[in-house]
């Protein structure tokens, strides 16, 4: 139904900035929400942002706050994460979502295939 690209991964030093993007295909619903989380090695997938359709209710992990900022192009279906200051324990798998918003109710969500960040110290 839903198709997610992510592109922008790699390999960064402590202090170091990466742009991640989405694109997002499909069967899109003009209500949704949209966003990253991410997985590091023998850790449970996190919360990292998500931002809804009109771009004003955004969400942050506190870890990162200040420091990564989540946008997104309505337009075009795609979502951005730039990250700034980065730390070696962003080191992660990141995975975009994707989840339509209805009325009364929150569709399924869809995921990417994820994008590696690593960060050395």
């Known amino acids: 139904q839903v198709q997610l690209v992510e592109s922008g991964g790699g390999l960064v030093q402590a202090g170091g900035s990466l742009r991640l993007s989405c694109a997002a295909s499909?069967?899109?619903?003009?209500?949704?929400?949209m966003g990253w989380y991410r997985q590091a090695p023998g850790q449970q997938r996190e919360l990292v942002a998500t931002?809804?359709?009109?771009?004003?209710?955004?969400n942050y992990a506190n870890s990162v706050k200040g420091r990564f900022t989540i946008s997104r192009d309505n337009a075009k279906n795609t979502v951005s994460l730039q990250m700034n200051s980065l730390k070696p324990e962003d080191t992660a798998v990141y995975y975009c979502?994707?989840?339509?918003?209805?009325?009364?109710?929150?569709?399924?969500?869809?995921w990417g295939k994820g994008t590696l960040v690593t960060v050395s110290s």
């Open positions: 931002v809804t359709t009109g771009g004003g209710n955004t």
């Open positions: 499909g069967s899109i619903f003009m209500l949704n929400t």
């Open positions: 979502l994707y989840r339509p918003d209805y009325s009364g109710y929150a569709g399924p969500s869809f």
